[in-house]
């Protein structure tokens, strides 16, 4: 394949004039078209480096800006959002600015789209590289416009920003351009992508987790036209030149394999963690001594909160294709950073970084680390041994088994109450696993033998199990896990959901033992008034009517009506999210609906409403999914949650009224808004069920069979 | 191999298989360039794949080519273009109803579907005719004020 097609071009500039700003226009001679094309980092030319206004900024002959960022959409509408922010500070309208994202080739480094920084971190850096060019369009003299640079220009952490009282474009519900392209099937995804002479691949994984292939009969699928198996060590895989052909193949390849790793089981699994060994224990807060607090306190309360293995279960398995050759590596994928990959695959195959380049492309939802590392790889690995370019994509249950989990949390909480019902004491333990360094191994380079990093991470598990009230004395203490069951990896705002649920169901019991309203507990314990407006808007729009510490609500119909609020702010220094919900729990079956949910939102500058509140709604729904619906299960040899009938989530006839006040601080910081409104669903869930039935729910998923333990239990 | 003649968004196609158990989604994916199906799990269980054979909702996961032959079939592209979206279309656009979008094909034409049976569905209606369609990013709410909007009901 030719490379031709990147040969760099500095030399075209042009002095335009376009609404009144004065525009320096040079191209390196790349679009977003050559994305289609293979070809290493190197022949390009184009700045990448993050100190650069080249790097995030190309002006093209008619005045429009293209914006390069290596933050991805992971479907979230970070597209739109950037280009705004870019907009706004170059004073140009949004259509006159475009997006190329996480190409490594033509994009900045600026970390992995993830903990909500696509806008903190990614955005916020645009914004900068285009003050900074703005800036220096106001400087031009006649002898500047004669020299024939383009910006050499060093990003200035100073350039002025505008001030946000004149924001034109930064505030506005701009629409997706994604959105038009995905209602009419124009939109290519990874899945869809093709390149001349690319094979279809397929990967045969082993049963049970770790297994030896032992033997391999390919007589079983002779029948199979113009299909050959791959085998390196244990890793099996076939390609065809025909997709269904490959996927017969793989299904019908006879391949006998050894025995793997012994899993503990996902039943009683939370009795497991508690006796797991420990690697080291960490003091995340000590503060004040909640030893002698709670020694002294009018009333003690302790309780245990469970939050199983979940799945990121995309919609569409994982997918990546890739081609090897002439020493380079280019692969076209829809991990949610790309740079990291680039260097993570240098690094096992053995290229060089800048013979390397990862290409993003819309996939299916990922919401943090799902397969998407691990399709590349075996990509790349079938590229490599056929000698073509290889598409390649899991299978429904090979995504749902495999890809890597947001893992399993336990949390003990005790508190101590004053004689006022005020917090005097709160202790945390939490069992999470370890950290270790390096990337997460991915699945066919270890199957093929191959060294790599053997690291794990899961995100920042440990935050937000401390209230946001006040509280004088409190201590938390995280218990890292030597050894976790499934392989972790950050799932849509790691650790954090099971904290908060923890956190304020918990503060839902310190309420009722004080005899005090659930809101008005909450608020007698904070100072913040951006906290006390989420809440009290939350009140207004929900309805909420306060009561002391309740009675279970009558019974009419075999259903119980109840009434539950939550409120976090987001890793302690983030947006500030309060909640109410109203459920129905049928008290023969179990069963919870949640008949409606009000959320306010305080995320400070908001660069475009509609967006945002298509996140905040989707974070609401999915996280209701994973609350009352998602458990991966496995037994001793392999996970058994293999479909959407194994790992059933919310559908349609239970989607509740959602009502989302966004608060808008234009003046503020602005905060990431991708998994905030994710946190308070579990608490504001488990106290709604409580105020109807009197039961609390302390381990979730919320399943009929659990709820009517519990009810059993009260 | 056989060739396997149908309608195909308005026109007539043919594409040739090996196996004519090879399902339908396939086919169309790589064979004659319709990308809006999608592979989602080929169990029948999500709806991305989903396409209108004969007008009706279909699984194209599900479908054998064969199964399909001498069919009128419509993929989501059939219907409109970016530029002149039909209404369904256009009520996903107004009602920006897509995050990643990868369930957006089977949720536009289950909704086709719920629409041409029953062209002022309730709200509840709507629920139960797009249960069997999973979105995981959790678009429902916007997914069902696009349906609702798409009936000509005020949303």
Redesign the interface.
């Known amino acids: 394949m030719t490379t031709s097609t990147f040969s760099p071009n500095f030399s075209r500039r042009d002095l335009l004039k376009t609404g009144g700003t004065v525009i320096v226009s040079f191209a390196f001679g790349v679009r977003g078209a050559a994305q289609t094309a293979s070809g290493p980092d190197a022949t390009l030319g184009k700045p990448t480096d993050t100190t650069e206004v080249d790097s995030f900024l190309v002006v093209h002959a008619d005045g429009s800006v293209m914006v390069y960022t290596g933050k991805v959409d992971l479907g979230t509408g970070l597209r739109i959002a950037i280009r705004q922010m870019a907009a706004e500070e170059l004073e140009l309208p949004v259509e006159r600015v475009s997006l190329v994202e996480g190409d490594t080739a033509l994009t900045p480094d600026q970390g992995s789209t993830g903990g909500s920084t696509g806008l903190t971190q990614g955005g916020v850096q645009v914004r900068r590289a285009a003050a900074t060019a703005r800036e220096a369009f106001r400087k031009l003299t006649p002898a500047d416009l004669a020299s024939g640079k383009h910006f050499d220009l060093k990003v200035d952490p100073k350039a002025p920003l505008k001030d946000p009282k004149t924001y034109r474009v930064v505030g506005q519900p701009a629409l997706r351009p994604d959105v038009p392209l995905k209602a009419t099937g124009r939109n290519t995804y990874v899945q869809d992508f093709s390149t001349p002479g690319m094979l279809h691949g397929r990967v045969i994984h082993p049963p049970a987790v770790g297994a030896k292939l032992l033997s391999v009969d390919e007589a079983t699928i002779r029948a199979i036209p113009d299909v050959r198996v791959v085998r390196i060590k244990n890793f099996l895989g076939v390609v065809a030149k025909d997709e269904w052909a490959a996927i017969r193949a793989a299904r019908e390849l006879k391949a006998t394999w050894g025995e793997g790793r012994t899993l503990p089981g996902s039943d009683g699994l939370d009795g497991y963690v508690r006796k797991g060994a420990v690697d080291r224990d960490e003091a995340v807060i000590n503060r004040g001594n909640s030893a002698t607090a709670m020694a002294g306190a009018a009333k003690t309360l302790a309780a245990s909160y469970y939050w199983p293995n979940q799945s990121h279960g995309s919609l569409g398995p994982s997918c990546a294709v890739a081609d090897v050759r002439d020493g380079s590596l280019t692969v076209w994928s829809s991990a949610q950073a790309p740079h990291n990959l680039r260097a993570n695959l240098s690094k096992i195959f053995g290229v060089p970084a800048a013979k390397v380049r990862v290409v993003y492309m819309d996939g299916a939802g990922c919401y943090g680390g799902n397969g998407n590392d691990d399709a590349a790889a075996d990509a790349v690995l079938l590229s490599k041994a056929s000698g073509a370019p290889v598409r390649l994509q899991w299978m429904r249950q090979d995504e749902h088994a495999l890809d890597p989990k947001g893992p399993q949390q336990l949390l003990d909480l005790r508190a101590g109450l004053d004689a006022q019902g005020n917090i005097a004491a709160w202790e945390a333990e939490m069992w999470v696993p370890m950290n270790k360094p390096g990337t997460r191994p991915l699945l066919s380079v270890d199957a093929a033998g191959m060294a790599q990093d053997h690291g794990q991470g899961a995100g920042l598990m440990t935050q937000n199990a401390d209230p946001p009230y006040t509280a004088p004395n409190v201590r938390v203490v995280a218990h890292h896990l030597k050894d976790t069951p499934l392989r972790p990896s950050n799932l849509r705002a790691p650790g954090k959901i099971a904290n908060v649920f923890g956190v304020e169901a918990f503060t839902d019991e310190l309420a009722a033992a004080a005899g005090v309203d659930p809101v008005a507990y909450r608020l007698r314990g904070l100072k913040d008034q951006r906290a006390i407006d989420v809440i009290q808007r939350t009140s207004e729009m929900f309805g909420w009517k306060p009561r002391p510490a309740s009675a279970p609500r009558p019974v009419q119909g075999g259903v119980q009506v109840g009434y539950g609020f939550a409120y976090a702010r987001y890793k302690q220094a983030e947006n500030y999210v309060a909640m109410a919900m109203e459920v129905a729990v049928n008290r023969a079956t179990g069963k919870v609906t949640v008949r409606r949910v009000a959320c306010a939102h305080d995320c400070g500058l908001i660069v475009n409403p509609n967006a945002l509140r298509n996140q905040v709604e989707g974070l609401i729904v999915q996280t209701l999914s994973r609350t009352l619906h998602e458990e991966v299960k496995f037994d001793r040899t392999r996970v058994t949650s293999v479909d959407w009938a194994t790992y059933p989530i919310l559908r349609f006839p239970d989607v509740p009224a959602i009502e989302v006040a966004l608060i808008s601080r234009p003046e503020l910081p602005l905060y990431g808004a991708g998994e905030a409104a994710a946190v308070t669903v579990p608490g504001a869930l488990a106290n709604a069920i409580f105020d109807a039935t009197g039961a609390r729910v302390r381990t979730a998923p919320f399943t009929p069979d659990r709820v009517k333990a519990a009810l059993v239990a009260d | 191999m056989a060739t396997y003649k149908f309608q195909l968004n308005g026109r007539a196609a043919s594409a040739e ?3 004519p158990a ?2 339908l989604l ?1 086919v169309l ?2 064979e004659l360039g ?10 029948g ?2 709806g ?1 794949c989903t396409v209108l054979i004969d007008g009706k909702a279909t699984r194209s996961c599900l479908t054998p080519v064969r199964q399909a032959a001498g069919k009128t079939i419509t ?3 059939g ?4 530029e002149k ?1 039909d209404a369904v ?1 256009a009520a ?2 107004a009602e ?10 089977g949720m ?1 034409m289950t909704a086709k579907s719920l629409l041409a049976q029953n062209s002022k569905p309730t709200l509840e209606q ?3 005719g ?15 004020r696009a349906v609702m909007r798409a009936s000509g009901a005020a949303v």
């Open positions: 298989s090996w196996d090879q399902p396939y994916r790589n319709q990308h809006g199906p999608k592979f989602g799990c080929g169990l269980q999500c991305a993929t989501i592209e219907l409109g273009t970016p979206p279309q996903f656009i920006q109803a897509a995050q990643c979008g990868y369930c957006t094909n536009v709507v629920k139960q797009m249960a069997g369609n999973l979105c995981r990013c959790g678009t429902h709410t916007r997914i069902l």
